[in-house]
Every structure is written in C-alpha cells, then in structure tokens.
DNA sequence: CTTCCTATGACAGGTTCTCGACAGCTTTGA
DNA sequence: TCAAAGCTGTCGAGAACCTGTCATAGGAAG
C-alpha cells in the first residue's frame, strides 16, 4: 500500500512516517504544497495524509484540485484543534477523515487501517499482455491505452484465451463455451470469430496460434 | 437517503433528527437499544448515527451484531466518553465515523454528507467533467456555466453514471437505483432516460457510450 | 497432387438499442 | 379546486449492430 505524507513539519513528518513504515506501508513524504501538488498528478497512492496548514499553501487548494482530477485515493487531513471551519471544508471537498492535532499515533494507525479497509476491493484485477489490457470485472478491453469495444462474443473469446494462455484450446472448448451450452456452434463459426478477434488485435502484438488440428492457442 | 438516530437523550435527538431534516434526509430516531436492534434488522437503512452510550445496552454490541448481520450502511458513532479505546474500537468493529461529545451540528452535517457522498462512490462534491460541472450536494448541475434542471430520474441517472466513471453500468443496475428499490422499471424504460440525458447533455462533450447487452458507460 | 483443415468476405437473419408519439400521473400556481 | 406544465414510462418503427452460414480461397500434410 502506497501512502503520501504531506506534512511540513520535519519531525511530525518523521513520526508519521515511521509509524506508517511499521504497518508495512510504503510511504513518501512531501514537505509542501507544490511538491504534493506534483507528486499526485503523477503517481498514485492507495492514501494520503495531509496537513492542512501548509506554508504559502492551502491544502484545501490541493485536495480539491486532486479530487476534480479524478483522484481516487483515501483523503485523511490534519488540522490544529479549532478550526472546526476547515474540518467541514476538507469533508465537503472530498476528505475522507480528518485527526486534530495533536493526536496519537495509535489513533492514526486505527484510523489508517479503517480507510484502507474500506478501500480495498474497489480495484478489479487487470491482466496486462503486450500492448493488452484486460478487465474481466469490469468487463473492459482496453489497448494502446484505447478502450476498445468487443462485441459479446469476441469477448468472451478472447477471455477464455487468456485464461488458458500459453495452452491448446480446441475448437470445441471454443464453441461450448461462446454458446454457453444452450445451442451448438459450428467450427466454423469458432475459425469466424478468431479471424475476426486477429483482425482487431493485429495493432497490438498479440499472436493467436493456430494448432493444426488441435485447436489455438494464445501466446504469452 | 434514510437514516437512523440512536440515541436515548431525547432533547439531543431531537437536535440530531432536525438538522438531518433541513437536509432533506428521511430519519427515524430510536430511544434504546433493542429497538435499534430491531429496527436495523427489519429495514434498510444509509446512514446510521448511534451513541454508544446508551442505557443498560452498549452500542459496539449493537454494531458488531449488526456488521455480522451483513448490514451495509455508514454507521457514524457518537461518544461521550472521550476514551481512545472506545474509538478504536469502534473503528475496528466497522464503524465508519466517530464524533466526541459535545459536537456542533454543522459538523455532524458535514460528516453525513461525507459518508453519505462515501457510500455512493463520489469523492468531491464538484466534479468536472468537460463542459459540465456536478455538484453533489448542492444536487446541481450546470453546462457551460448554464445551470442545467434535470428531472430527478435524469440526475439520478447521471449521478450514478458518474460515480461509476469509466465502469459499465447494468441496465438492471441503473433500473434498481432509479426505482429506489420499490417498484420496477423496464430495461427499456432505462434506455430512454439514457436517450434524453444524453439529448440534454448533447451540448457538452459528454459521452454514454453503450455496450450492447451489458449496459452504459460514462467515458472519462 | 490430393485431401483436409483453416481463413475470410459476403450476406441474411436476429437481437438490441434509439427515440418519437402518446397517455397517465404528479406538481405547480392561481 | 382546477388547469397547465412537466415528469414518467409503454409502445413500436426503424436503425445499428451482432451472429453464424455459405462460399471461396489459401495452406499444410502426406
């Protein structure tokens, strides 16, 4: 789990850090508005502490520039004890948590536990192949960086092949499981859709084998 | 959004039950802690504010149950004891918020709105999307720096897309949250509200893409 | 060279989606 | 209280797209 620390205050900073390293966490910490600013463009991670009270810098200023961007990560600010003002501005532009300092180290923990667990299980797990990316939760293809549309078939085709990557899949595999076992598909129809799942793929370097007599197979 | 107020002092109940009304939130308070365990266990609910301190019942019992139970709203816990431990604890068992007694109501507010804004996915309460600007809590949209009135089918329609940028979304999905759950909407219902959200937004470079026999996406 | 397997264009259904028309319902405003 | 305006959802015609058969051509194996 990546974690950004924002916080200006070297020792602060220092004690975060450490506690966060102990969790097994892998941490960064930046020490101003325009470092944090950049770094979140850039990089990604899983949560980010910050300090509101940044010098020559508001990071309300950042978290909501971060959020309209698109950011996905767990927001937990630091404020000082009582500016119950900025609290409810950081939760409305898209903090998650918000700790008063001072505070426990314990606490933070707890609490970084609490915002992790909860962001856990949004990712969906992507198979990266080549210039490929695949989606089986989401149901998305994407390659070059492109969306790409498959139609229903071509899809599941290309899913089956992936799952048996680097093995022989027969054409009545192939059938079988494109028609769901309600109705028969010819072979003909299976050499149809891997023609035409080639012809899409041909930009990327993905390699359909044929195996002569046997069947495809997807090479790794 | 429904919510439950658990919390025996009634003046304070009252307080709580009025503020989330001016949110236009529909409350149910409850005095103690059966109660609460009945109520919890027979309706469905979004958000729940529970005091921990209730008499001759403790609140993290009824959490823990409840969590087991399966229950999936956002619980925020009130806590008079000023006591880490409780907190921790409450964290731990699956609360997702706490507040320390005595707290202000605009800051009970702000926490609602954050996880209320948490359990539907939407991180900023501004999103901005080329041309368009949404707001969630306001429940405000505007184009082109026009405010935009969508019929509530429509914003919700688009809200949920949005919360969901980038991922397919179901027919069945968009027919379940539309329909609030107590009625049915036809998948063909669900295609025409697609057909004038995107007629209305035709004018920002917003795009719904389809996915045949699968659903809609908002492209980021 | 012959035979069988595979590749792919063309095409004819079939399915799914789009959106105008319309009628019932709800809200608004006087 | 009633009328007007606007929202909601059904129907259905037509468009867009997917699917699989046929037909033809290209290649591999013996």
Redesign the interface.
Same mark, same amino acid.
């Not at 939760?91 to 948590?97: E, I, M, P, R, W």
């Given at each position: 789990m990546r974690i950004l620390v924002v916080e200006d205050n070297a020792a602060l900073a220092d004690g975060i850090s450490s506690a966060l390293t102990r969790m097994e966490m892998a941490v960064d910490v930046v020490g101003d508005g325009t470092e944090a600013d950049n770094i979140l463009r850039t990089q990604e991670f899983n949560l980010v502490v910050m300090d509101l009270n940044l010098p020559g810098y508001d990071g309300l200023e950042i978290l909501?520039r971060y959020?309209?961007n698109?950011?996905?990560a767990q927001v937990l600010i630091l404020t000082a004890r009582d500016t #119950?003002n900025d609290?409810?501005k950081g #939760?409305? #532009?898209?903090?998650?948590?918000y700790l008063t300092k001072p505070f426990?180290l314990?606490?933070l923990e707890?609490?970084v536990?609490?915002l992790l667990r909860?962001q856990s299980g949004l990712k969906s797990p992507e198979i990266v192949i080549g210039e490929l990316i695949f989606d089986s939760v989401?149901?998305?293809v994407s390659m070059m960086g492109e969306?790409l549309?498959l139609?229903?078939r071509e899809f599941c085709l290309l899913e089956l092949l992936i799952s048996r990557a680097g093995q022989v899949v027969s054409k009545e595999q192939i059938a079988d499981s494109l028609a769901n076992f309600d109705q028969d598909m010819s072979p003909n129809a299976v050499e149809l859709y891997i023609s035409r799942l080639r012809k899409r793929l041909a930009a990327a370097d993905i390699n359909i084998k044929t195996v002569r007599g046997l069947g495809y197979l997807l090479e790794k």
């Open positions: 909501k959020r309209q698109g950011g996905k #119950l609290r409810v #939760l409305d #532009l898209g903090a998650d948590d426990d314990v606490e707890a609490r536990r609490a909860r989401a149901r998305r969306p549309d139609p229903r």
